[in-house]
């Protein structure tokens, strides 16, 4: 325990306050869509998982007006007919986040 107070306490107030917009945000979530998420996660496979860990990194690093219009755009390609929804996976599996977002329409 005092090991992760003394890790909480080494972060960047930056890094802190992500954090904790990010518990905040999965609180606020319903039990049933928590519950989901948390089973999603569990049945990725290591490499999936460590994929998805890069990604994430990926993002983090993209200054914040890039980072929020690929959000925008991903969003927006979630409420695609399934078939575009897999037309998209495949032109964006094995690149980079910001290539990938080529891969969605506009």
């Known amino acids: 325990m005092r090991e992760r107070v003394q890790r909480w306490k080494s972060l960047p ?4 306050e992500r954090i ?3 518990l ?6 319903p039990d049933a869509q928590r519950e989901q998420l948390k089973q999603r ?3 990725l496979t290591p490499e999936q998982k460590t994929q998805l860990m890069a990604r994430r990194e990926e993002m983090r690093s ?4 890039e980072r929020e219009a690929i959000r925008k755009r ?7 007919p399934p078939e575009q929804r897999e037309a998209i996976r495949a032109c964006a599996e094995g690149k980079s986040i910001e290539e990938a977002a080529d891969c969605l329409p506009p």
């Open 13 to 16: 107030a930056e890094e802190r």
């Open 24 to 29: 905040q945000k999965w609180r606020s979530l």
């Open 20 to 22: 904790k917009a990010r």
């Open 74 to 80: 991903f969003k927006a390609a979630r409420s695609l």
């Open 41 to 43: 996660y569990h049945a």
């Open 62 to 65: 993209l200054p914040p007006e």
